[in-house]
C-alpha cells in the first residue's frame, strides 16, 4: 500500500491535481493483503466510480436549485444504506453520487467539471493500485519469504 500511494501522491502532484489526496485514497481503498481480494476491490470501486460519477452528472446537467441538488444527494445518501448489504452496495456507487453531488453543491456552475476531475483522480488511484498489487507486490513477498504462496499473476 506505501509503494502504491506513493506513486499515486507523485502521480498527483507531476500532473498538477488540485486534490493531491483523491488518489491516494483511491489506492488505500483497494489494496488489501490479498491479492484475489485485491482485484475485486479494485474492480467495484472502478465500476461503482463511473457509475456514480455518471448519475451525479446527470442530476448536475438537470439540476439548477441549490436545494434539489441536496435533496437528490439526501437520496443518494439513503439508498446507499439500504443496499449496503447487497452486491449492488458493496460497490460505491450511491456512495460517489453522494460525494459528488454535495462537495458540487458548493458551486453548481461547475459541477461537471468536479465530477469530471474526481472520477478522473479516483481512477488514477485505482488503475495504480491494481497495478501494483498485480505485479511488484507477489515478487517483493517472494524475494522476502521464497516459500511464499503467492503466485504470479500470468502463472496458473
Known amino acids: 500500500m506505501g509503494i502504491g500511494t506513493s506513486l499515486a501522491l507523485a502521480v498527483s502532484y507531476a500532473a498538477g491535481f488540485a486534490k ?15 491479492e484475489t481480494l485485491s482485484r475485486k476491490r479494485a474492480w467495484l470501486r ?33 439508498l446507499n444504506g439500504l443496499f449496503k448489504l447487497t452486491a449492488l452496495g458493496k460497490m460505491p456507487l450511491f ?24 472520477i478522473g483522480y479516483n481512477l488514477v488511484g485505482i488503475t495504480i493500485g491494481v497495478l501494483v498489487v498485480i505485479y511488484p507486490f507477489p515478487r517483493m513477498v517472494r524475494l522476502v519469504n521464497p516459500k511464499s504462496t503467492i503466485e504470479e499473476p500470468d502463472k496458473p
Open 46 to 78: 472502478f465500476y461503482g466510480t463511473l457509475g456514480g460519477g455518471a448519475m451525479a452528472a446527470v442530476v448536475l446537467a438537470l439540476v439548477t436549485d441549490l436545494r434539489t441538488l441536496v435533496l437528490f444527494a439526501a437520496l443518494s445518501g439513503v
Open 20 to 34: 493531491i489526496g483523491w488518489a491516494p485514497s483511491a489506492v488505500g481503498n483497494v489494496v488489501r493483503y490479498d
Open 95 to 118: 456512495y460517489t453520487a453522494t460525494i459528488l453531488l454535495l462537495y458540487s453543491a458548493n458551486d453548481i456552475t461547475s459541477g461537471s467539471d468536479n465530477v469530471l476531475m474526481r
